[in-house]
C-alpha cells in the first residue's frame, strides 16, 4: 500500500500556472489520477497516466491546459496547471491504482489528503 502526498496548491490569479506534485515510496507500482472538488460540486475526474506513463487520459474542460507527467525515479506525479480560471478552483486530489480502467475514480484505491487550488483576481 502506498501513501501518497500532494503539494503545490495556492492563491493565482487567472491566466496563471501552477504545478501541484504527488509524493508517494512505490508510486512506480501504480496509475496515478488527479480529480478534483469545488464547494458545491461532485468530485470529477482529470487526468491519469498509466505505470510506465505510455497511456493518459484527460478531461475535456482541461485538455490542453493541464498536463499530467511522471518522473518514477524521484517516485512523483505531477499535473502542471496553466492559464488558470476561476472554475479550475477545487481541492486537487491524488490518488493510486493497480487496475486498469483509468477513466475511473472508483478504481483508486489509494488517496492523499489534497491540496487546496484557488483561482482568483
Known amino acids: 500500500q502506498v501513501q501518497l502526498v500532494e503539494s503545490g496548491g495556492g492563491l493565482v490569479q487567472p491566466g496563471g500556472s501552477l504545478r501541484l506534485s504527488c509524493v508517494g515510496s512505490?508510486?512506480?507500482?501504480?496509475?496515478v489520477a488527479w480529480s478534483r472538488q469545488a464547494p458545491g460540486k461532485e468530485r470529477e475526474f482529470v487526468s491519469a497516466?498509466?505505470?510506465?506513463?505510455?497511456?493518459?487520459y484527460n478531461r475535456n474542460s482541461t485538455r490542453g491546459r493541464f498536463t499530467i507527467s511522471r518522473d518514477n525515479a524521484k517516485n512523483t506525479v505531477y499535473l502542471q496547471m496553466n492559464n488558470l480560471k476561476p472554475e479550475d478552483t477545487a481541492v486537487y486530489y491524488c490518488a493510486g491504482t493497480e487496475g486498469e480502467r483509468l477513466w475511473r475514480l472508483g478504481e483508486y484505491a489509494y488517496w492523499g489528503r489534497g491540496t487546496q487550488v484557488t483561482v482568483s483576481s
Open positions: 512505490g508510486i512506480s507500482r501504480y496509475a
Open positions: 497516466i498509466s505505470r510506465d506513463g505510455g497511456d493518459i
